[in-house]
């Protein structure tokens, strides 16, 4: 049974059939589906019959009698293909179906009273075989009409009860037990017929039940992806908001950690700075989430030495580790792997810091294992243990085991959870196997790399001892407290700052400036419908200059994380951490100086 069978077409107005009506047209519809399989039968045994009877019924007897069966077969053939063609609703099905017990009536009649006439007196071979055809049809017809019990009836009691009088009607032994036997048949097949039809209505109850689920869960997954996205609408629009204060508030920690203070006061701002560093994790972890769920990151994969990425984790962790009294241990390895440099990086460290943050005692091992075409980097460590029944959920967002009370120096139970993204990603198998009181292990199954596709690349220059000293900077943001606060930082760098909230007021202002920019900062969202792309477009096409640009955002939205990634402009991520930014524009000041 297809949905169709059972749906109203949508633009079709009034009342819709409750459950009982759709049952009862579905019961219509199987009868109607089985009728070809009796024309069929009709046709073949008939057939037979009047072959086998033609010598003692008589010729004109037999042909007349086939005659009316092959009439009636066609009568009834015309009626299914007009049942099929118009394809009646639920509300119009009762008609049909008084149609198909009114033909199984006649039909019955039709092979009863064939019966009768074609009985062959004192030719026993014959009155077996036209018993035999009667008992083959009254079985077919159980198939054919059981969806509809008066249908059934309308058939099968005249086609054997008239026969049956008949031979009862014999003075003789056999023919009497004939008669008895055929209602005895009647009486078994009657009770038969009834369990068949219970199982056909169950059937089609259980199958309507399972719509209405599937229905019912295809809603609740709509109102599950509405409500997803209203998340994510709000996650975007809340992060943006709550970035741009704290993305000043940084810019503004940083100007002052660079400004001579009393010992006192400069202990006040490294605890601000902690603060502001806590909250940057948890944006930065929730960027990261939002950014792979927007499918904005590409990973670039090449051929990479295993080593390069071990040492920068131990030399990120080592000191952690020792912190809390743990031993790291990082295995020696000449492995090559192919991925992507700084996404394999993300991964292994978010696995590194879980068992660092979670271990309490012991050490931490990392390591890797060659298994034919394909490397296994491993993570052990001797915390607590991750029960079997936990083991998919701390691949959850914010699932946290023993962690009750929210305690942020815990972690906020979104690391795993992008190390599963991550995996996902780069097409990575992730395991993890622990015993309860011993530690744990994470694994990451990747493709092993082949030397002669390795090829070192040159270090790119990543200082920020580049000179920023009088470089004119433009930025641009729509809130003055983050203009203020990137130009208190710039000014700190010894740069000259130009401020405005638009493209069209920094526009204004440049008509005082008699010098080219040297480098645009600019928000990627700004007021109304402008963004930053939009803003270095107008400012390059003013000067007629390429001017070095990178952009600023807080956004977590997939559309505008998209367009930002697609613009090819330098990316930075609110809140800044102002060592990044400094890097950024001094490697941007002299790329453009050395091409010119």
């Known amino acids: 049974m297809s949905s169709q069978d059972v749906q109203t077409d949508k633009g079709v107005s009034g009342p819709q059939p409750d459950r009982a009506q759709l049952i009862a047209a579905e019961k219509v519809r199987i009868q109607y589906r089985n009728m070809p399989t009796a024309f069929v039968g009709s046709a073949v045994i008939c057939s037979l019959m009047g072959f ?3 010598t003692g019924a008589g010729i004109e007897k037999t042909i007349a009698w086939v005659a009316v069966v092959y009439l009636w077969v066609i009568a009834r053939v015309i009626q299914w293909r007009a049942f099929n063609r118009i394809n009646p609703s639920p509300a119009d099905m009762l008609l049909w179906r008084r149609l198909g017990i009114g033909g199984s009536a006649i039909a ?3 092979w009863g009273v064939g019966a009768i006439v074609l009985y062959v007196p004192n030719g026993l071979a014959y009155q077996l075989f036209l018993v035999m055809g009667l008992v083959g049809m009254g079985a077919g017809c159980i198939y054919a009409s059981a969806s509809v019990m008066p249908s059934f009836f309308a058939y099968f009691y005249p086609s054997i009860l008239l026969p049956a009088v008949l031979f009862l009607r014999e003075r003789d032994t056999i023919h009497f037990i004939t008669g008895v036997l055929m209602l005895v048949y009647l009486s078994l097949m009657t009770p038969f017929a009834l369990r068949v039809y219970r199982l056909i209505d169950e059937s089609i109850k259980l199958r309507f039940e399972n719509l209405g689920l599937i229905g019912e869960l295809r809603e609740q997954k709509d109102a599950a992806e ?5 998340k994510s609408r709000f996650l975007a629009a809340a992060s943006h908001d709550l970035r741009q204060p704290l993305h000043a508030l940084g810019l503004f920690v940083q100007a002052l950690q660079e400004t001579p203070l009393a010992t006192r006061e400069r202990q006040v701002i490294g605890n601000i700075r902690r603060s502001v560093d806590a909250m940057e994790e948890l944006f930065n972890a929730l960027l990261d989430i939002s950014r792979l769920d927007a499918g904005v990151v590409q990973p670039h994969i090449t051929t990479i030495p295993l080593a390069a990425v071990f040492d920068r984790v131990r030399f990120e962790y080592g000191p952690i580790a020792r912190q809390k009294r743990l031993s790291l241990k990082v295995m020696k390895t000449s492995l090559l792997v192919q991925s992507d440099p700084s996404l394999l990086a993300r991964l292994i460290r978010n696995l590194l810091s879980n ?10 091992v990392i390591g890797c294992r060659r298994s034919g075409n394909e490397v296994r980097i491993e993570v052990w460590d001797t915390g607590k243990g991750i029960p079997a029944d936990r083991h998919d959920e701390v691949f959850r967002e914010f699932y946290q085991l023993d962690n009750p009370e929210r305690d942020r120096r815990k972690g906020l139970g979104l690391g795993l959870a992008i190390v599963k993204r991550l995996a996902k990603l780069l097409s990575y198998r992730v395991e993890l196997r ?10 990451i199954t990747l493709p092993r790399g082949r030397r002669e596709e390795y090829s070192p690349a040159e270090s790119s220059p990543e200082s920020s001892a580049f000179d920023l000293s009088h470089a004119l900077v ?3 943001d729509d809130e003055a407290a983050v203009q203020e606060g990137m130009a208190a930082l710039l000014r ?21 400036v008699e010098r080219l920019p040297d480098l645009i900062v600019s928000d990627y969202r700004l007021r109304g419908t402008e963004n930053g792309i939009q803003v270095v477009e107008l400012l390059r096409n003013e000067f007629n200059v390429d001017i070095p640009a990178l952009l600023v955002t807080g956004d977590t939205a997939p559309d505008r994380l998209r367009d930002a990634e ?8 609110k809140p800044l951490n102002p060592a990044r930014l400094r890097t950024l524009i001094a490697n941007l000041l002299r790329e453009h100086t050395r091409a010119a």
């Open 52 to 54: 086998a009877l033609l």
């Open 108 to 110: 019955g009649l039709i």
């Open 226 to 230: 509405d409500a997803n996205i209203a």
């Open 355 to 364: 068992a660092v943050r979670y271990t309490d005692s012991g050490g931490v």
């Open 434 to 443: 622990s015993t309860v009181g011993k530690g744990s292990m994470f694994s």
């Open 474 to 476: 433009l930025v641009i």
């Open 492 to 512: 700190k760098w010894k740069c000259d700052v130009l401020t405005a909230g638009s493209g069209a007021e920094m526009m204004g202002k440049l008509v005082a």
């Open 566 to 573: 697609a613009s090819g402009l330098p990316i930075l991520h």
